[in-house]
């Protein structure tokens, strides 16, 4: 039963003759590989060293409509009856179907589907059509429709119409002056915004979408400053509001700290950076001291902060006056919150903090209170950036021209 075993053959790979070793194969393997790789990928570089420097140009769409709306959209949205009154053919307002006027009607946003082509060049504007749409909705909507209408929807029309001119900008790849142009305006409308519709219903303002909308500008603006070759006139003014409307922010400070020399000494910037720190510091005292030196857009920048400062003194006051034989002054008390006497006893007495009939703040660290959101109304503390207005308009505002 029991079987010899045949001798086990070995080939010559097994006894290393001349085949290689493992690693030697392996390496050989690489090396074979590399090289049959290597002549296409060669080929392909240089044939795409070949081909002509506008190529990657041609990719990028660039638009030919000459009109602030494309004509196709605006018989879609006349059919469609989709027009807004500010868009109508005078006249026509009370019509079944109004007629659109193609010196009024302006490109709307949409949001990209699946399917539309977006990159279609007769339904782009062209940059210098996109900065006349921008002047167009500052000067004939912004600034002289406030007349006739209520702000709420003359900036629900311009912020719609604002974001369909960042969506041609961004599908063309919008770069460069006129890039710089539309941005500022846009930063400054969205500044004034914060500040002109603060307390409105939610339905008519939301200051969330606001401020994304205000944060993306005011990024693509000064990635423009720091990548753009050439003078930016206007660049101190939006390093400092970009440094008031984001008090506290590390990245902001950070971004500031680390432009050149020249721009951080410039003297908007300068108190942008010492209301920083006073901001950081929690010295509100100093804060708004230093806030009356701002100008109205850099007021209205800061104003989101004001509630949150005025807060921070009266809880300071609270634990520094608590006494029950301690009096303070209301006046002086209103001279160091930036308020009106009424408003600043109306605004103690929203923490807690009692103010007697001889005008008289009692302060008591036990009797300081978080009032409700919705009974501090922001917008009745706002006379120290009102103030500064003066005869200024917003046509002036958002052109830059204060």
Not at 78 to 89: G, I, S, V
Request: aromatic content about 6%; hydrophobic content about 35%; overall charge positive.
């Amino acid at each position: 039963m029991n079987r010899r075993r045949a001798p086990r053959r070995t080939s010559r790979s097994q006894t290393g003759g001349d085949a290689p070793s493992g690693g030697q194969w392996r390496q050989r393997s690489k090396e074979q590989w590399r090289g049959e790789t290597k002549a296409p990928a060669r080929r392909a570089g240089e044939e795409e060293r070949r081909r002509p420097a506008e190529h990657g140009k041609e990719t990028v769409p660039r638009g030919t409509c000459r009109t602030m709306c494309p004509a196709r959209e605006l018989r879609a949205r006349e059919a469609q009856n989709r027009l807004h009154r500010f868009e109508m053919a005078r006249g026509a307002e009370r019509d079944r179907r109004p007629r659109g006027d193609p010196s009024r009607a302006v490109k709307e946003y949409t949001r990209p589907a699946a399917g539309k082509d977006s990159t279609n060049p007769a339904e782009l504007r062209p940059p210098a059509v996109l900065l006349e749409t921008v002047c167009y909705l500052i000067d004939d909507i912004a600034a002289a429709s406030p007349r006739l209408h209520p702000w709420t929807e003359v900036y629900s029309f311009v912020f719609d119409r604002l974001r369909g001119v960042k969506q041609d900008m961004i599908i063309q790849r919008v770069s460069g002056s006129d890039c710089v142009a539309i941005l500022g305006r846009s930063v400054r409308f969205l500044v004034y915004a914060s500040y002109r519709l603060c307390g409105e219903p939610l339905r008519l303002y939301d200051p969330r979408i606001n401020d994304t909308h205000l944060q993306e500008n005011l990024s693509w603006l000064l990635d423009c400053y720091a990548t753009a070759t050439g003078p930016h006139p206007n660049q101190e003014e939006f390093q400092a509001l970009c440094l008031l409307y984001n008090l506290g922010s590390a990245r902001a400070t950070q971004h500031i700290m680390e432009l050149p020399e020249r721009l951080r000494s410039a003297p908007s910037i300068r108190l942008a950076l010492s209301i920083n720190r006073a901001f950081l510091e929690k010295n509100p005292v100093r804060l708004l001291r230093l806030a009356h030196r701002l100008n109205f857009l850099q007021a209205c920048a800061l104003h989101r902060h004001l509630v949150a400062c005025r807060r921070d003194l009266l809880l300071i006051y609270s634990h520094g006056y608590s006494s029950r034989n301690c009096r303070f002054p209301l006046d002086r008390l209103a001279q160091l919150l930036s308020l009106d006497m009424p408003l600043a006893a109306e605004l103690c007495q929203a923490y807690g903090v009692e103010v007697n009939q001889d005008n008289q703040v009692v302060f008591s660290k036990t009797a300081f209170t978080e009032p409700e959101q919705v009974n501090l109304h922001c917008k009745l503390y706002h006379n120290i950036v009102s103030e500064k207005r003066r005869d200024l308009t917003v046509e002036d505002l958002i052109h830059g021209c204060a």
